[in-house]
T-cell receptor
Framework: AQTVTQSQPEMSVQEAETVTLSCTYD???????LFWYKQPPSRQMILVIR??????QNATENRFSVNFQKAAKSFSLKISDSQLGDAAMYFC?????????????FGSGTRLQVQP | SQTIHQWPATLVQPVGSPLSLECTVE??????LYWYRQAAGRGLQLLFY??????ISSEVPQNLSASRPQDRQFILSSKKLLLSDSGFYLC??????????FGSGTRLTVV
């Protein structure tokens, strides 16, 4: 079974600075998808960024980018120019590409605080 | 556009009472549907998923059950709630290779 590990329960960053959230996963599959979700205090789950395992290029969405290291099974999220609105819980998630195994497996989350 | 509705938003129920949480999706057909639970300060645990009407897969043995009576309707139920059923319940749908779209969640407190 796949597992996702987020080893940083809490992180703090100054406004306008850059922060990196770590995520590692364990799988025997070669084709899969990785996601970062943001959960603000409203508890709505918001997709931040997505990475296909077969793509070597790291995904980027505005101020959010990932460092995907397939061999190391590492998928970190970098937030540049941090804003107060970035404060939230961040979850890393894994999904198999195999049909019938499309449920997401989540890590335990990292709480990000943004200091003004 | 696709939307997902989940209700109620908040629920306080006594131990031993029944439960019914409903989730509906609009603007799509034959979605994969999921129920997740999130304990306080924890990650999301998959409870059930469905790939079609009447097709339910359970991930965790528990006091809960799920049903999919219509293509875009997913219901989470319990005959008798336990204190340990308290938590935040999220419904989600997905299609193809994209990520999920989540509902706004139900905060359940069993007292």
């Amino acid at each position: 079974a796949q597992t996702v590990t987020q080893s940083q329960p809490e992180m703090s960053v100054q406004e306008a600075e850059t922060v990196t959230l770590s995520c590692t996963y364990d799988t025997s599959e070669s084709d899969y998808y990785l996601f970062w979700y943001k959960q603000p205090p409203s508890r709505q789950m918001i997709l931040v960024i997505r990475q296909e395992a077969y793509k070597q290029q790291n995904a980027t969405e505005n101020r959010f980018s990932v460092n995907f290291q397939k061999a190391a099974k590492s998928f970190s999220l970098k937030i540049s120019d941090s804003q107060l609105g970035d404060a939230a819980m961040y979850f890393c998630a894994y999904r198999s590409a195999k049909a019938g195994r499309r449920a997401l497996t989540f890590g335990s989350g990292t709480r990000l605080q943004v200091q003004p | 556009s696709q939307t997902i509705h989940q209700w109620p938003a908040t629920l306080v129920q006594p131990v031993g009472s029944p439960l019914s949480l409903e989730c509906t999706v609009e603007g799509t057909s034959n979605p994969n549907l999921y129920w997740y639970r999130q304990a306080a300060g924890r990650g999301l645990q998959l409870l059930f998923y469905s790939v079609g009407i009447g097709q339910i897969s359970s991930e965790v043995p528990q006091n809960l059950s799920a049903s999919r009576p219509q293509d875009r309707q997913f219901i989470l139920s319990s005959k008798k709630l336990l204190l340990s059923d308290s938590g935040f319940y999220l419904c989600a749908w997905s299609q193809q290779t994209y990520g999920y779209t989540f509902g706004s969640g139900t905060r359940l407190t069993v007292v």
